[in-house]
């Protein structure tokens, strides 16, 4: 299963990413945009099958097996060239999972991208970012009325990061179960369809 995450500038991605493997896979920064250049990470046992858009994957034993994570440049990032890389690996995507901030999550250009995941009706989940945990009871319930249907949606809250930039286990444990359920539940539909197709 390919999960592409995507979202705003400075939403947190690439931080998500390193969390999710636990190891610093993908450049942080302060600079906009930061992800030039997506990064792709899988379970070794997938290493050899996840080649996509040129990309080397990064071999991550802490991602569940049959799982493999992009980590796309901005949608909103000032480079056009990153723009239109991002919507080819959306295009690619088993799962778009987009991250964006308690401060951000209303913004137009994400809400196109939401509305575009809707409408293809690809598999999507919401992380929202940094949400100051007074705010989480009044921010979810409006972010979950914009959304306008069940979505998948995580809240990370502000959070101390460790001195790799990476956000507590405990914090991104809801993402990664979520990951291995869904690749779990694709390896059965794609088993059923080849058993019916015999």
């Known amino acids: 299963m ?7 500038t400075g939403a ?3 931080t998500l990413v390193n969390s999710l493997v636990r190891a610093p896979v993908s450049v942080t920064g302060i600079l906009r945009p930061t992800t030039r250049t997506p990064t792709l990470v899988c379970h070794p046992r ?10 080397i994957p990064i071999s991550a034993p802490a991602l569940p097996a049959n799982v493999a994570l992009i980590d796309a440049p901005d949608i909103n ?11 080819e690996l959306f295009d690619d995507a088993d799962l778009w999972l987009f991250v964006t901030t308690a401060a951000r999550y209303a913004d137009a250009e994400a ?6 995941a809707q409408q293809r009706k690809v598999d999507l ?14 921010i979810v319930p409006h972010l979950s009325e914009l959304l306008g249907e069940p979505v998948p949606l995580f809240v990370v809250p502000d959070s101390q990061l460790d001195r790799q930039g990476m956000l507590p286990e405990r914090v991104v444990t809801p993402v990664w179960e979520y990951l291995q359920k869904c690749a779990a539940s694709k390896i059965a539909d794609m088993s059923s369809q080849t058993e019916g197709g015999d």
């Open 2 to 8: 390919l999960a592409v995450i995507g979202g705003p």
């Open 12 to 14: 947190g991605k690439s």
């Open 46 to 55: 997938s290493w050899a099958r996840v080649h996509r858009h040129g990309l």
């Open 77 to 87: 990032s000032v480079d056009q060239a990153n723009r239109d890389l991002a919507n």
């Open 111 to 116: 809400w196109r991208h939401l509305r575009a």
């Open 125 to 138: 989940a919401v992380v929202l970012d940094r949400v100051p945990p007074q705010a989480i009871e009044e």
